[in-house]
Protein backbone atom coordinates (compact mmCIF):
# COMPACT_ATOMS: atom_id res chain seq x y z
CA UNK A 1 0.00 0.00 0.00
CA UNK A 2 1.27 3.28 -1.16
CA UNK A 3 3.39 5.36 1.66
CA UNK A 4 4.74 7.95 -1.22
CA UNK A 5 4.66 11.31 1.17
CA UNK A 6 5.78 12.99 -2.33
CA UNK A 7 2.58 12.70 -4.20
CA UNK A 8 0.10 15.16 -5.57
CA UNK A 9 -2.73 16.49 -2.98
CA UNK A 10 -5.77 15.53 -4.63
CA UNK A 11 -9.50 17.26 -4.02
CA UNK A 12 -11.72 13.98 -4.06
CA UNK A 13 -15.46 13.95 -3.97
CA UNK A 14 -17.16 10.72 -2.58
CA UNK A 15 -20.47 9.83 -3.13
CA UNK A 16 -22.01 7.29 -0.93
CA UNK A 17 -19.03 8.26 2.13
CA UNK A 18 -21.00 7.23 4.98
CA UNK A 19 -21.53 3.24 3.74
CA UNK A 20 -18.98 0.59 4.12
CA UNK A 21 -16.82 1.26 1.59
CA UNK A 22 -17.63 5.11 1.35
CA UNK A 23 -16.21 6.07 5.00
CA UNK A 24 -13.22 3.62 4.57
CA UNK A 25 -12.48 5.37 1.52
CA UNK A 26 -13.10 8.93 3.11
CA UNK A 27 -10.95 8.26 6.24
CA UNK A 28 -7.97 6.55 3.97
CA UNK A 29 -8.07 9.86 1.97
CA UNK A 30 -8.05 11.90 4.49
CA UNK A 31 -5.54 9.52 6.35
CA UNK A 32 -3.12 10.66 3.66
CA UNK A 33 -4.01 14.06 3.79
CA UNK A 34 -6.14 14.38 0.36
CA UNK A 35 -8.73 16.96 0.37
CA UNK A 36 -12.80 14.89 0.77
CA UNK A 37 -16.02 16.23 -0.19
CA UNK A 38 -18.29 13.38 1.60
CA UNK A 39 -21.75 13.51 -0.18
CA UNK A 40 -24.35 11.85 1.42
CA UNK A 41 -28.02 12.00 2.17
CA UNK A 42 -28.06 12.19 5.84
CA UNK A 43 -26.99 14.71 7.77
CA UNK A 44 -26.73 12.98 10.95
CA UNK A 45 -24.53 10.56 9.22
CA UNK A 46 -22.44 12.33 7.87
CA UNK A 47 -21.79 14.29 11.26
CA UNK A 48 -20.02 10.55 11.92
CA UNK A 49 -17.12 11.25 9.68
CA UNK A 50 -14.01 12.19 10.98
CA UNK A 51 -13.41 15.71 12.16
CA UNK A 52 -10.75 16.52 10.08
CA UNK A 53 -9.78 20.11 8.46
CA UNK A 54 -9.67 18.61 4.96
CA UNK A 55 -13.18 17.21 5.24
CA UNK A 56 -16.06 19.00 3.58
CA UNK A 57 -19.40 17.28 4.20
CA UNK A 58 -22.99 17.89 1.76
CA UNK A 59 -26.32 16.46 2.29
CA UNK A 60 -27.47 15.83 -0.77
CA UNK A 61 -28.79 13.31 -3.44
CA UNK A 62 -25.71 12.37 -5.95
CA UNK A 63 -28.47 12.96 -9.16
CA UNK A 64 -28.51 16.33 -7.88
CA UNK A 65 -24.69 17.29 -8.40
CA UNK A 66 -24.25 19.20 -11.36
CA UNK A 67 -21.16 19.11 -13.79
CA UNK A 68 -19.96 22.61 -12.43
CA UNK A 69 -19.59 20.26 -8.87
CA UNK A 70 -17.26 17.06 -10.87
CA UNK A 71 -15.54 19.64 -12.24
CA UNK A 72 -14.17 21.42 -9.11
CA UNK A 73 -12.88 17.78 -8.06
CA UNK A 74 -9.83 16.10 -9.42
CA UNK A 75 -11.70 12.29 -8.52
CA UNK A 76 -14.73 11.62 -8.07
CA UNK A 77 -15.68 7.68 -6.07
CA UNK A 78 -18.83 6.27 -6.72
CA UNK A 79 -19.00 4.27 -3.83
CA UNK A 80 -23.07 4.25 -3.51
CA UNK A 81 -25.23 1.62 -2.14
CA UNK A 82 -28.46 0.62 -2.72
CA UNK A 83 -31.59 -0.74 -1.75
CA UNK A 84 -32.53 -4.07 -3.91
CA UNK A 85 -35.92 -2.33 -5.11
CA UNK A 86 -33.47 0.43 -6.04
CA UNK A 87 -30.42 -1.49 -7.75
CA UNK A 88 -30.94 0.21 -10.90
CA UNK A 89 -30.01 3.15 -9.33
CA UNK A 90 -26.01 1.57 -9.50
CA UNK A 91 -26.60 1.71 -13.54
CA UNK A 92 -28.53 4.97 -13.70
CA UNK A 93 -25.46 7.17 -11.02
CA UNK A 94 -23.03 6.00 -13.74
CA UNK A 95 -24.83 7.03 -16.44
CA UNK A 96 -25.17 10.77 -14.47
CA UNK A 97 -21.44 11.02 -13.94
CA UNK A 98 -20.43 9.69 -17.66
CA UNK A 99 -22.66 12.29 -19.15
CA UNK A 100 -21.86 15.18 -16.95
CA UNK A 101 -17.97 14.37 -17.70
CA UNK A 102 -17.62 13.29 -21.25
CA UNK A 103 -14.45 14.33 -23.47
CA UNK A 104 -13.34 16.32 -19.97
CA UNK A 105 -9.89 15.61 -19.28
CA UNK A 106 -10.82 15.88 -15.32
CA UNK A 107 -12.43 14.55 -12.78
CA UNK A 108 -11.31 10.89 -13.14
CA UNK A 109 -14.12 8.33 -12.15
CA UNK A 110 -13.75 5.76 -9.93
CA UNK A 111 -16.75 3.13 -9.44
CA UNK A 112 -16.91 0.89 -6.46
CA UNK A 113 -18.11 -2.77 -8.23
CA UNK A 114 -19.77 -5.92 -7.09
CA UNK A 115 -18.38 -9.20 -7.50
CA UNK A 116 -20.76 -10.53 -9.36
CA UNK A 117 -19.53 -9.32 -12.35
CA UNK A 118 -16.10 -11.27 -12.05
CA UNK A 119 -15.39 -14.50 -13.57
CA UNK A 120 -15.22 -18.14 -11.97
CA UNK A 121 -14.69 -21.98 -12.30
CA UNK A 122 -13.26 -24.01 -14.65
CA UNK A 123 -15.54 -22.76 -17.28
CA UNK A 124 -15.04 -19.01 -16.73
CA UNK A 125 -19.15 -18.28 -15.27
CA UNK A 126 -19.86 -15.39 -14.26
CA UNK A 127 -20.03 -15.04 -10.44
CA UNK A 128 -23.36 -13.42 -10.61
CA UNK A 129 -24.74 -16.82 -11.60
CA UNK A 130 -23.50 -18.78 -8.77
CA UNK A 131 -25.19 -15.89 -6.37
CA UNK A 132 -28.91 -16.47 -8.45
CA UNK A 133 -28.48 -19.94 -8.58
CA UNK A 134 -29.14 -19.95 -4.31
CA UNK A 135 -33.04 -18.84 -3.48
CA UNK A 136 -31.60 -17.48 -0.25
CA UNK A 137 -29.59 -14.87 -2.28
CA UNK A 138 -33.25 -13.89 -3.69
CA UNK A 139 -34.09 -10.54 -1.79
CA UNK A 140 -30.82 -9.23 -2.44
CA UNK A 141 -29.56 -10.65 -6.14
CA UNK A 142 -31.39 -7.46 -7.99
CA UNK A 143 -27.93 -5.89 -6.72
CA UNK A 144 -25.20 -7.43 -8.32
CA UNK A 145 -27.31 -8.26 -11.36
CA UNK A 146 -27.47 -4.26 -11.70
CA UNK A 147 -23.70 -3.83 -10.73
CA UNK A 148 -22.73 -6.06 -13.84
CA UNK A 149 -25.05 -4.18 -16.01
CA UNK A 150 -23.37 -0.87 -14.84
CA UNK A 151 -19.98 -2.33 -15.57
CA UNK A 152 -21.34 -3.99 -18.97
CA UNK A 153 -22.07 0.04 -19.92
CA UNK A 154 -18.97 1.90 -18.78
CA UNK A 155 -17.23 -0.66 -21.07
CA UNK A 156 -19.32 1.19 -23.33
CA UNK A 157 -17.53 4.67 -22.64
CA UNK A 158 -14.42 5.43 -24.16
CA UNK A 159 -14.03 9.57 -23.38
CA UNK A 160 -14.56 9.84 -19.82
CA UNK A 161 -11.37 8.65 -17.84
CA UNK A 162 -12.85 5.80 -15.33
CA UNK A 163 -11.76 2.95 -13.69
CA UNK A 164 -14.41 0.16 -11.51
CA UNK A 165 -12.72 -1.97 -8.42
CA UNK A 166 -14.66 -5.35 -7.58
CA UNK A 167 -14.25 -6.81 -4.21
CA UNK A 168 -13.83 -10.71 -3.96
CA UNK A 169 -16.74 -12.36 -2.70
CA UNK A 170 -17.20 -11.32 0.50
CA UNK A 171 -17.10 -7.62 0.84
CA UNK A 172 -17.38 -6.85 4.70
CA UNK A 173 -15.92 -4.10 7.11
CA UNK A 174 -12.85 -4.53 8.26
CA UNK A 175 -9.29 -2.68 8.59
CA UNK A 176 -6.38 -2.78 5.55
CA UNK A 177 -4.88 -5.80 5.26
CA UNK A 178 -2.02 -7.22 2.36
CA UNK A 179 -3.85 -7.36 -0.77
CA UNK A 180 -4.06 -9.42 -4.47
CA UNK A 181 -5.24 -7.90 -7.60
CA UNK A 182 -6.50 -9.36 -10.44
CA UNK A 183 -8.29 -8.57 -13.54
CA UNK A 184 -11.97 -10.35 -14.43
CA UNK A 185 -11.33 -13.65 -12.38
CA UNK A 186 -12.86 -13.96 -8.82
CA UNK A 187 -9.42 -13.89 -6.30
CA UNK A 188 -8.70 -16.55 -3.79
CA UNK A 189 -6.31 -16.55 -1.64
CA UNK A 190 -3.95 -19.24 -0.12
CA UNK A 191 -6.02 -20.12 2.36
CA UNK A 192 -9.11 -20.39 -0.25
CA UNK A 193 -10.87 -17.69 1.18
CA UNK A 194 -12.63 -14.86 -1.73
CA UNK A 195 -12.59 -11.84 0.83
CA UNK A 196 -11.78 -8.44 1.18
CA UNK A 197 -11.95 -5.59 3.84
CA UNK A 198 -13.61 -2.55 3.37
CA UNK A 199 -10.10 -0.99 4.33
CA UNK A 200 -8.18 -2.88 1.71
CA UNK A 201 -10.84 -1.28 -0.86
CA UNK A 202 -10.27 1.75 0.77
CA UNK A 203 -6.12 1.49 0.48
CA UNK A 204 -6.76 0.38 -3.23
CA UNK A 205 -8.94 2.72 -4.22
CA UNK A 206 -6.40 5.90 -2.67
CA UNK A 207 -3.23 3.92 -4.29
CA UNK A 208 -4.51 3.99 -7.92
CA UNK A 209 -5.86 7.17 -7.34
CA UNK A 210 -2.22 8.70 -6.34
CA UNK A 211 -0.58 6.13 -9.06
CA UNK A 212 -3.45 5.29 -11.81
CA UNK A 213 -2.67 2.17 -13.31
CA UNK A 214 -6.11 1.43 -15.03
CA UNK A 215 -8.02 3.21 -17.29
CA UNK A 216 -11.39 2.73 -18.90
CA UNK A 217 -11.14 -0.90 -17.15
CA UNK A 218 -12.06 -2.92 -14.09
CA UNK A 219 -10.03 -4.51 -11.69
CA UNK A 220 -10.63 -6.40 -8.51
CA UNK A 221 -8.88 -6.90 -5.16
CA UNK A 222 -8.69 -9.01 -2.23
CA UNK A 223 -7.44 -9.81 0.83
CA UNK A 224 -4.05 -11.73 0.85
Do not use: C
Not at 176 to 203: K, R, Y
Amino acid sequence: MNKNKELTIMKIMIIGATGMAGSAITSAALERNHTVIAIGRSTEKLATLPTNPNLTTRAVDAFQLTASDLQAVDVVVDAMASRPDQAYLHVDLATKLVALTRNQTSPRLVFILGAGSLTTGDDAHLFVKDIESDPANAPFVAIPQNQLAELTFLKTVTNVDWVGISPAADFHAGPAVPAILGTDQLLVNAAGVSATNSGTMAATVLDEIEQPKHHQSRFTVANK
